[in-house]
C-alpha cells in the first residue's frame, strides 16, 4: 500500500534557494540542467538533486538512483523523501538531504513537474520554477524525432494542455525553440541571478 501523499516539511530550508525545472516532454529540460551542471561544476553552494525514480536505471535520459516500487515505498515510510509524487506510472523523489545545502543558504536545482509543485511549495519557504517550454511545432518535431509515438498521438498531447503554469507560483520562463546554445546560456543567467538573491 502507498503511504499518504503529504509532503515532509523541511525544517532550516529558509537560507537556500530550491529551484524545480519543469516543462513538456521535448521541452529539452534533462539536456538544459545537464548543461548547467556542468558550468557550475566545481561551485560548493550550487547542487543538481539526483533524484530516486521506479525506472531502469539504464533507460537513458537523467543521471538518477533506480529503486523497484517496494524499495520506493520503503524509502517514503522511512522519510528518506523531502518531496515524491507520481507520473505517467512511475514514482519520483527528492531526497529529503537537500534540506541540508538549502540551511547553509545553497542553490539546489531539482527536475520536477508542473503536477507535483504544489508539493514543492508546500515544503520550500523559497522555491523558483524554471519553466522549459518550445513552440508546439518544434516540440512535435523532437517527439516524433524519438519515435516513441504516432503523430496523431503527439498532436493529441500537445492538445491536452496549455504549456504555462498553472498556480502562485515564482516562475521563469524559458524558451527552447531555437538553438540549444541560446537556451543554455539563459539557465546559467537565470540560476546565476538566484545565486547573487541568496548572497
Do not use: C
Not at 145 to 155: F, L, S, V, Y
Amino acid at each position: 500500500m502507498i503511504p499518504s501523499h503529504e509532503p515532509h516539511l523541511v525544517p532550516g530550508t529558509e537560507r537556500g534557494i530550491m529551484v524545480v525545472v519543469v516543462g513538456p516532454s521535448g521541452a529539452g529540460k534533462d539536456t538544459l540542467i545537464n548543461l548547467a551542471a556542468q558550468h557550475f561544476a566545481g561551485r560548493p553552494d550550487v547542487h543538481f538533486v539526483r533524484r530516486v525514480i521506479t525506472r531502469d536505471g539504464d533507460a537513458g535520459g537523467e543521471n538518477h538512483l533506480s529503486v523497484s516500487d517496494g524499495g520506493f515505498v520503503s524509502m517514503e515510510q522511512s522519510g528518506n523523501f523531502a518531496v515524491w509524487w507520481e507520473a505517467h506510472g512511475l514514482k519520483y523523489g527528492i531526497p529529503a538531504e537537500v534540506s541540508v545545502a538549502l540551511s547553509k543558504g545553497h542553490l539546489v536545482i531539482a527536475n520536477g513537474s508542473r503536477s507535483a509543485l504544489h508539493l514543492f511549495h508546500a515544503v520550500f519557504p523559497r522555491l523558483k520554477v524554471i519553466n522549459v517550454t518550445a513552440r508546439p511545432e518544434v516540440l512535435a518535431g523532437r517527439l516524433e524525432a524519438r519515435g516513441r509515438e504516432t503523430h496523431e498521438d503527439i498532436m493529441a498531447r500537445l492538445a491536452r494542455g496549455p504549456l504555462t503554469v498553472r498556480g502562485d507560483y515564482d516562475v521563469t520562463e524559458l524558451d527552447n525553440s531555437s538553438s540549444l546554445e541560446e537556451a543554455g546560456r539563459k539557465i546559467i543567467k537565470t540560476l546565476s541571478g538566484f545565486l547573487a538573491q541568496i548572497g
